[in-house]
């Protein structure tokens, strides 16, 4: 079966079948769901990005108070030579 005659075949098809009654409440209260989920992805990334945030104050905090980039003192002493 090619394009043409699929297409054909679709056509006879909803031809055929009674269009479905749709609920008379059914568009709003799709537009109402989607506005809540829209207001929750909304909310879930503003916590992310404060999430975000947050760790990158407190590593930076962290980097700052432990300074790991300087080579710590040495824990022992050299010997001592020429007494």
Do not use: D, H, I
Request: glycine content about 4%; charged content about 25%; proline content about 11%.
């Amino acid at each position: 079966m090619n394009l043409p005659e699929r297409e054909a075949a679709v056509r006879r098809l909803l031809e055929q079948t009674p269009a479905p009654v749709v609920p008379s409440g059914l568009y709003g209260e799709a537009v109402r769901r989607g506005r809540r989920m829209k207001r929750r992805w909304k909310a879930v990334r503003r916590l992310l990005w404060l999430a975000l945030f947050c760790a990158a104050v407190v590593f930076a905090v962290w980097a700052v108070t432990a300074r790991p980039w300087v080579e710590p003192p040495s824990e022992t002493t050299p010997p001592l030579t020429g007494w």
